[in-house]
């Protein structure tokens, strides 16, 4: 089970911290994901991780957003500065059983967090 949150409006410009914490046992052998899903638009990747290998960002967050995980407190963050009006979204964590990779495929993921949204104003 995931529980995501800390969404809120924000100017453009600004930063905002998402975190997600899981449930289970076997945390670290999950890939864990955000997603976000603007209004008429199909839900994409943002970012993520799995244990052992660097986090993979979509292009239009490189350098503005920071993925970490922390194993011991089995949650994800999502660091975003310099937030755009385009950032907004209600962004969702996703899990799924790989220590190896993670995928930028919606379809590929068990688990999903409720969402938390997010709203950049101009």
């Known amino acids: 089970q995931l529980q995501a949150f800390g969404g809120g409006l924000v100017q453009a410009g600004g930063s905002l911290r998402l975190s997600c914490v899981a449930s289970?046992?076997?945390?670290?052998?999950?890939?864990l994901t955000w997603f976000r899903q603007s209004p008429g638009k199909e839900r994409e990747f943002v970012a993520g991780?799995?244990?052992?290998?660097?986090?993979d960002y979509a292009d239009s967050v490189k350098g503005r957003f920071t993925f970490s995980r922390d194993n011991a407190k089995k949650a994800v963050y999502l660091q975003m500065n310099s937030l755009k009006p385009e950032d907004t979204a209600v962004y969702y964590c996703?899990?799924?059983?790989?220590?190896?990779?993670?995928?930028?495929?919606?379809?590929?993921?068990?688990?999903w967090g409720q969402g938390t949204e997010v709203t950049v104003s101009s």
């Open positions: 991780a799995t244990n052992y290998f660097s986090a």
């Open positions: 996703a899990a799924r059983w790989d220590i190896y990779s993670i995928s930028r495929e919606k379809k590929e993921y068990d688990y």
């Open positions: 289970g046992r076997t945390f670290s052998n999950y890939a």
